[in-house]
């Protein structure tokens, strides 16, 4: 018996990293499962191939699970479409989504160029539109229904390099949490994850210092996508049903509960504020309570455990 027994569930980017993981402890867990995988590189950049997708089809059909692969693209509309029906036909329904699929082209800003930022738009936020779009109506019809996709400290917290990727990711957090608010009177519920695991998408970082070199070592050896796959299959429980909404990170043994954007202070002047007044008063006032500049890693700055 497994939490996600009677489940079907879609998973995207599910031939390599934590997709992958995702559809093998889903499977464990006793759901039905549509292995999603383009069969691309990192970048996205070629027509990828099938494998992948069947080849974790196939590992879970021979642990006795079931199974059936697509190699389509998320950023297609039509082709989420198909893949929501795909899961009718081979096993009756389709109960949860989890949508882990992306690419990454990452360059410093001044230096993007317009087809990288949009190709990363396309597949993150595109696609995470794409899934939850084509889902949702049948979700709310069913009154069941459970999304988990994929944010990233990039987006939360913000690294050098991924201006594209960043803003695709917190473009996530604010789907998701709009899904969420909606769909709470039909049992739809929206989460999501910003994992820290060793994927061949993490192996692409540039290592251009000692210390970057030691951040990508410590990923390496201690932050595994297995890690994060168990905190998807949960959300994706019945037993979840009171989660939603909510901003997840997973860091090795870790689970971490994000807040989410509030107010932290205020200022008010009743005769109203002039650009003069604002810089001699107000901005002083309010800049001990600003943000830091530090990346993920300025943040998360202990080894995991």
């Not at 389709?94 to 993007?112: C, E, Q, T, W, Y």
């Amino acid at each position: 018996m497994g939490v996600l027994d009677g489940k079907v569930v879609l998973i995207t980017g599910g031939g390599n990293g934590i997709g992958r993981e995702c559809a093998l402890t889903c499977a464990r867990e006793g759901a039905a499962i549509v292995v999603n995988d383009l069969g691309g590189s990192v970048s996205g950049g070629d027509e990828g191939s099938s494998g992948p997708a069947e080849v974790v089809a196939a590992e879970i059909r021979a642990a006795g699970g079931r199974a059936v692969s697509n190699s389509d693209s998320v950023a297609d509309y039509a082709a989420v479409e198909a893949m929501r029906e795909q899961a009718l036909k081979a096993f009756g329904g389709l109960h949860a989504v989890i949508n882990p699929a992306g690419i990454l082209r990452d360059s410093m800003f001044h230096k993007m160029s317009p087809a990288d930022w949009k190709a990363v738009i396309d597949v993150h936020l595109h696609g995470a539109f794409n899934v939850a779009r084509t889902t949702i109506e049948l979700f709310r019809e069913q009154q069941e229904g459970a999304y988990v996709l994929f944010t990233s400290t990039s987006g939360l917290i913000g690294n050098i390099g991924q201006a594209n990727y960043a803003a695709a990711k917190l473009g996530v957090m604010g789907l998701s949490r709009i899904i969420a608010m909606e769909g709470a009177m039909k049992n739809v519920r929206s989460n999501i994850i910003a994992p820290f695991a060793w994927t061949r998408m993490i192996a692409t970082i540039p290592v251009k210092d000692e210390a970057s070199a030691r951040r990508v070592e410590r990923i390496k050896n201690n932050m595994r996508a297995d890690q994060v796959a168990q905190l998807a299959a949960a959300l994706c429980s019945d037993q979840a049903k009171d989660t939603s909404g909510q901003i997840f990170a997973v860091r090795g043994n870790e689970v971490f509960l994000f807040n989410q954007p509030r107010p932290v202070r205020g200022m008010t002047r009743l005769e109203g504020w002039t650009p003069e007044t604002l810089l001699e008063h107000g901005l002083p006032a309010l800049k001990a309570n600003y943000a830091g500049m530090e990346a993920t890693a300025g943040v998360f700055t202990w080894d995991p455990i």
